[in-house]
């Protein structure tokens, strides 16, 4: 079913910036615009200021495409025996034509310019880049062009309640991935054989939930030493054993039909020591700081803040050494998503938007513990979306384990 809040926000949005329409190529703004997220980048989306949408797909993607908000899918064959062309050129044509049917040929129309972080949708994505604005002018050469990167940002960043339900899903079929991964860790576990026993149900059971098409993601597992470094911009499994009585920071971004997630949880096998206890105290102190200070209104800043105070008054500051969080959903690991939930943010909180909250402490050649959830602001605060395994008891498996 279409997404009619989606369609009237982009609607309004263009009549504001005195727009006639919005053509965009990256997967994730197409997702945005049609509700389609494109398997391989090839897809275009189109949008007017009068709230008509359309897709233009790849013959191969069209029965996939026709499941999101696009009022009209249009297909084409972007690679062809007859003759060598590349994506741009081998779309020129339907393009042309179906701007001229919207009534774009000799509009002010808007479309992305500037760097981006793209969630992988397949094992290599095609992404048109500075060749959309080639395309376009030789699409509607008498066209006005004009970069909608921040339109595109602020609409990205706050979810309609259609969209937030999609990432519900998304963290749903997460829960059910970390719990069969949770059951199964085991000391002597290689971080690599770890890190698929939470990856694999992303892709089982997403693919048997009612209504999704494609799901999958990414997980990670990073045990004893390794897990400090979590905090870097990746992560990375090994062929390190894990053993009993350190931290196994799994992380995972994974998605629904191009709604994302991000989270992290991090265990102990076996008993742990007082200073692992100490640390997932002090952590679980700060997310229940920044949930507490999560309402519309607020500067991300002061969710950073609520937390970050919560580790300086134990001293542990100067290991938490990253922003507490950034926009997800359509997003997965960029930090610049709308809303930045940094210490130096001046992004004000609104009802919809959907973002991570990670608060985090690493320690060199010893480790790290992070409890990464997504979060939704809601009218009276925040709606948790990944409520499992929210106790340090859900996280220290049991005893046994460290025999097994």
């Not at 090839?42 to 993607?61: K, N, Y």
């Not at 339907?94 to 969630?119: H, N, Q, T």
């Not at 997980?219 to 090994?238: D, L, P, T, V």
């Not at 050649?365 to 925040?382: E, F």
């Amino acid at each position: 079913m279409p997404d009619k809040e989606r369609i009237s926000r982009v609607q309004s949005a263009l009549q504001e910036e005195g727009l006639d329409g919005v053509v965009c190529g990256l997967p994730v703004y197409v997702l945005l615009l049609s509700g389609y997220w494109p398997v391989v980048g090839t897809s275009l989306a189109v949008a007017t200021r009068d709230g008509a949408c359309a897709l233009l797909a790849p013959e191969d993607e069209e029965q996939l495409a026709r499941h999101g908000n696009a009022g009209e899918v249009r297909t084409y064959r972007p690679i062809s025996l007859e003759k060598i062309q590349s994506v741009a050129e081998a779309a020129a044509q339907p393009l042309r034509r179906l701007l001229s049917d919207m009534g774009l040929s000799c509009g002010r129309v808007g479309y992305e310019l500037g760097s981006a972080s793209e969630p992988a949708s397949y094992s290599a994505m095609h992404l048109f880049g500075g060749s959309l604005v080639e395309l376009l002018r030789a699409a509607a050469p008498s066209m006005a062009l004009a970069p909608a990167d921040d339109l595109l940002a602020r609409l990205a960043a706050v979810k309609t309640p259609a969209e937030v339900e999609r990432i519900r899903t998304s963290c749903q079929i997460a829960a059910e991935a970390f719990g069969a991964g949770r059951a199964r860790l085991r000391p002597g576990l290689q971080e690599t054989a770890a890190a698929e026993m939470f990856r694999a149900p992303l892709r089982v059971v997403g693919t048997l939930r009612r209504g999704v098409q494609r799901a999958d993601g990414f997980a990670w597992c990073m045990a004893g030493k390794n897990s400090a470094e979590a905090r870097f911009a990746y992560a990375r499994s090994r062929s390190t054993q894990i053993g009993p009585g350190e931290f196994v920071l799994v992380h995972c971004n994974s998605h629904a039909d191009g709604y994302w997630t991000d989270v992290t949880r991090t265990y102990v096998l076996g008993e742990p020591e007082p200073r692992h206890l100490r640390l997932y105290d002090a952590v679980f102190a700060a997310r229940a700081a920044a949930l507490a200070a999560i309402r519309t209104g607020v500067r991300a800043s002061e969710v950073d803040r609520a937390a970050r105070l919560i580790l300086e008054s134990r001293g542990l500051g100067q290991t938490f050494t990253h922003p507490a969080g950034h926009g997800v959903g359509l997003a997965s690991i960029s930090a610049n998503a709308l809303p930045r939930i940094h210490p130096k943010s001046d992004d004000v909180l609104e009802t919809g938007m959907v973002f991570n909250l990670e608060p985090a402490l690493y320690f060199e050649n010893w480790g790290g513990v992070r409890h990464c959830d997504v979060v939704v602001v809601t009218a009276s605060g925040a709606d948790v979306l990944t409520p499992f395994q929210p106790r340090t008891d859900d996280l220290l498996l049991a005893q046994e384990r460290q025999a097994a």
